[in-house]
C-alpha cells in the first residue's frame, strides 16, 4: 500500500540527466544485442550501427559537460557506459583532444561500432595480409571513413582502424565493442612505413571512468 503523498512524490521526480541516459543506452543495447544474437555478419553490424545512430542522436544526453576533455595533454578519456556482468557489449563514450591519433590497431577479436555525436573522426580501414597471423605486418587498406553527427563505422572482428581527430576540434564519439578493452586481450597495432606489428599495450589508451 502506498498513501497519496507517496504518489505525488513518485510523480514528481524528475529524471536526472544520467538517468535518462542509463535509460537510453539499455534500450539501445537491448536492441544491438537481439541484432547481433546471430552472429557479427555485415548485415548485423548494418543494422546495430542504424541502432547506435539513434542513441547518438540524443545530444542533449551526450555532452562535454557530463564526458569532459583530458585536462592534461592526453588524447582522450573515455567513460563506460554499459557492460554486461561477462564484459560483453560495453559502451563508452570516448572524448577525444583535437591531436587525438592513433596508428592502425586492432581490437582483439571483437567488433566495434563507432558512432558520432560531436565533431569529425577519420576512420581508414584495413584488413590483415594474413588471416592467420596477426602479427604479420602489412596491411590492406580497404577504405576510409568518417565519423560524425547521424554517421557510424563498423569494424568486423578481424577490423583494424586508424583514427584521428579533423578539423583541430574536438571529438565526443559512442564506441561499442563485442568486449570490453580488458577482455579485448592481445592487440596489434601496425607501422604503415615498416610494415611491421607490435603490441598495443593497454595503458596506451587514456584514462578509462566507470560512467554508469
Ligand atoms: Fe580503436
Redesign the pocket.
Known sequence: MINASQVTTRSSHAMTRQEKRNRAVNAAIEDICAIMESGASVENLGQAKARLIALAACQDLFTFEDFPLPEDDAMENSYLLHEYDDGSYSLYVNSGAPHQY?AP???GDAW?V?AGVQGRERHQLYVRRSEDDPGDGPLIWKGEFVVAQGEAVT?QPDGI?E?NAMDGQPLLHL?LYAKNFVLQGDRWKYDLEKGVAEPFLLDELGSVFDAR
Open positions: 592513433y590497431h586492432d581490437h566495434a563507432i569494424m582502424h583514427v564506441h
